[in-house]
Nanobody, 122 residues
Framework: QVQLVESGGGSVQTGGSLTLACTLMGYGYSDYCMVWFRQAAGKEREEVAG???????SYADSVKGRFTISQHKSNNTLTLRMNSLKPDDTAMYYC???????WGMGTDYAYWGQGTQVTVSS
């Protein structure tokens, strides 16, 4: 059974930092794309950062220069280091994985984590 297990959310003040982690378990393919999404209250889910199977990294314009995504293939873990956090970054953060689906293709990923809340106060 494929599972994505997330951790690392929390509450910080503006300018603070958090690191999110997502571990992919039970996945039989060696090639996959992993992406972080977020969804704020009353808003649509949006892409934040992702890594394609060939290592190509993508970021949303709103987080470029502040967030860093990295992947550890040895243990199928994706991390998102978030610096200089702003109240607008407050959202539920989800990681997603798929064999063929990737950045810019929408939200129809095969596998999703349960989400981890990030709250940034002013």
């Amino acid at each position: 059974q494929v599972q994505l297990v997330e951790s690392g959310g929390g509450s910080v003040q503006t300018g603070g930092s958090l690191t999110l982690a997502c571990t992919l378990m039970g996945y039989g393919y060696s090639d996959y794309c992993m992406v972080w999404f977020r969804q704020a209250a009353g808003k649509e889910r949006e892409e934040v950062a992702g890594i394609d199977s060939d290592g190509t990294i993508s970021y949303a314009d709103s987080v470029k220069g502040r967030f860093t995504i990295s992947q550890h293939k040895s243990n199928n873990t994706l991390t998102l280091r978030m610096n200089s956090l702003k109240p607008d970054d407050t959202a539920m953060y989800y990681c997603a994985a798929d064999h063929a689906y990737c950045w810019g293709m929408g939200t129809d990923y095969a596998y999703w984590g349960q989400g981890t809340q990030v709250t940034v106060s002013s």
